[in-house]
């Protein structure tokens, strides 16, 4: 009995917390003590709910009080100290929640158990059982139906706030777990069943989401596989397109060099034959003007003879002058020596410059063809067209002579007078028509603004007929030019002679969205919202350039966008 005395002494002054003798003893307003830094360690995981509560008898203490070392307790536990009785013995059978979090605790909690929960709540605030009671709820029949969970600090979270009791139900209606008192008070009436039943539910949908997430991840690697493969496709394939295409530029650099090679060859063998020609002439003219000299030199002596027979007998052989072999004078033919050869180089040049330009706009449609994703789909808002606005400008030498470009070249207005344009081939030179400067590939958006009359909103192909009044030059009407034919709230579109009229609400401004490499021209109708006009899907075979038709219109202009 004197041991079982002592027992009662040592839990008396244990901290139900850390399960030893009390350290810097306190003691709460429910009369509860506790080791100063138990007690404020509890009550910092439990600052964030700005309510504070006793681990033993749950009662709760708003605002947090304020702790003050109970000195009472402190004297006699260090009286029970220096008896030897130093911590609870080492078959107490339970331990808190706080137990489970911090690893280096005497006793641990092996297991919860979710049914006993309620009856042991008022005794040390949710009992997490040790290895030594958990025994009977392996062994005994009683204990057939409790369920046995892994420790955990959050058992607290199963106890209703309300009416401390264990939440075993689940009130459908508002989407919460109750206690079976809150079914018939607050919650009555609601679409109520047990937190089994609903664990039950949520378990079926839980394992369908599983399911659908399992096939998403699936299809997704599947995805991520054939996407890597089109990667490799794609870089094999680009590199051996730039090998090939180095290697056909390295012939064509090789070819060029040998041609350069060989006009130098020739020009210098030229060079050497007709140096070799004059010279040769040069010579022999040199050496009849020595024997010409000589003769003159004979002649003068003879002058000066005073002897008259000697004179007259040496006259007739000096004087006769022997036949020149060469004309009197050096014709040359008027040519420039080697220019012409140069000029016939720059001809070569020129063409040159020209295929390349030409063929560089099939060599890259053709890249930016290379689409191996499907396209995006069509924005929706003016925001989505805006991300794919160009800065677009209208070029002065395709503008019809009575049409003037003004704002940076994004304004056109037609003039009653012509303007003072030179003669230039991609000039139109009877329709009020103009093209921009740039080309467009890829994803483009734009918007024109109509001031008065018919103003037609296109692009074309760069080749489209500049001359004349026949349909090949107008837009809309041949096979390299699509145009919206706009007035107020009229609309027409046109195609190779294939007109379709078109309905859409009355607007200033037409914005024109633009898709090459999916065959996409859409023009829309822009105030507030986006009005789908009209919407073309064919596939572009070249380059394409904005226009602008002022047929029966006074202005219109490219906006710039922001």
């Not at 000039?427 to 400067?437: A, H, I, K, N, Y």
């Amino acid at each position: 009995m004197a041991q079982k005395g002592v027992q009662l002494d040592r839990e008396t002054f244990s901290c139900s917390i850390c399960l030893d003798l009390l350290k810097d003893p306190v003691t709460i307003p429910c009369g509860h003590s506790y080791c100063m830094n138990c007690i404020k360690d509890h009550w910092d995981k439990e600052d964030v709910k700005k309510i504070h509560s006793c681990p033993q008898c749950r009662q709760t203490f708003t605002p947090r009080p304020v702790l003050v070392k109970n000195t009472m307790l402190a004297v006699l536990v260090e009286e029970l100290k220096k008896t030897g009785l130093q911590a609870a013995p080492a078959d107490h059978c339970y331990a808190v929640p706080e137990d489970v979090a911090n690893a280096g605790r005497k006793v641990k909690a092996l297991e919860s158990c979710l049914v006993c929960l309620v009856s042991l709540v008022c005794l040390v605030c949710l009992i997490l059982y040790c290895e030594k009671y958990l025994q009977p709820h392996y062994e005994s029949p009683i204990f057939e139906h409790h369920k046995m969970v892994e420790p955990t600090e959050k058992l607290q979270e199963n106890i209703c706030s309300r009416h401390n009791e264990v939440m075993k139900m689940f009130c459908r209606t508002d989407q919460q777990s109750i206690c079976y008192l809150c079914s018939v008070e607050e919650h009555k009436g609601h679409d109520i069943v047990s937190a089994a039943a609903e664990r039950t539910e949520r378990q079926r949908e839980l394992e369908g989401s599983r399911q659908n997430i399992q096939q998403r991840i699936q299809d997704r690697e599947e995805d991520v596989k054939v996407l890597q493969q089109e990667v490799e496709a794609i870089n094999g394939s680009a590199d051996k397109t730039v090998e090939d295409s180095e290697k056909i530029f390295t012939q064509l650099i090789s070819l060029i060099e040998e041609r350069r090679s060989d006009v130098k060859e020739l020009v210098r063998s030229q060079q050497e034959t007709e140096v070799g020609r004059v010279k040769e002439l040069q010579e022999k003219l040199e050496q009849e003007i020595t024997e010409l000299k000589g003769k003159e030199a004979e002649l003068k002596k003879l002058s000066h003879t005073e002897d008259h027979n000697q004179f007259l007998h040496n006259y007739p052989s000096l004087s006769a002058l022997s036949e020149s072999t060469h004309s009197s004078s050096i014709n040359i033919r008027p040519l420039k020596y080697f220019e012409d050869v140069t000029a016939a180089v720059s001809e070569v040049r020129d063409k040159l410059q020209g295929v390349l330009r030409e063929t560089w706009t099939n060599i890259s449609l053709t890249v930016t063809q290379v689409d191996v994703l499907l396209s995006q789909s069509e924005p929706k808002t003016r925001a989505d067209f805006l991300r794919y606005s160009r800065e677009i400008t209208l070029d002065p030498n395709t503008a019809y002579r009575q049409l003037t470009l003004s704002e940076g070249n994004r304004k056109v207005t037609r003039m009653d007078d012509e303007e003072s344009y030179s003669d230039h081939p991609d000039r139109f030179t009877d329709w009020e028509q103009v093209l921009s400067r740039e080309s467009l590939t890829g994803r483009c958006y734009w918007e024109v603004e109509r001031r008065g009359g018919t103003v037609g909103v296109a692009v074309a192909y760069k080749n489209i007929r500049r001359v004349g009044l026949r349909e090949e030059s107008l837009f809309g009407l041949n096979d390299k030019s699509w145009s919206l034919f706009w007035e107020n709230d009229s609309y027409v579109f046109l195609y190779n002679e294939y007109k379709t009229p078109v309905s859409g609400p009355e607007s200033s401004r037409v914005g024109v969205y633009l898709d090459h490499s999916a065959g996409i021209l859409s023009f829309y109708s822009v105030s507030d919202t986006m009005t789908l006009l009209h919407r073309v899907q064919t596939t572009f075979t070249q380059p394409l350039y904005a226009g602008l038709g002022l047929y029966d219109g006074t202005t219109a202009e490219l906006c710039k966008l922001k």
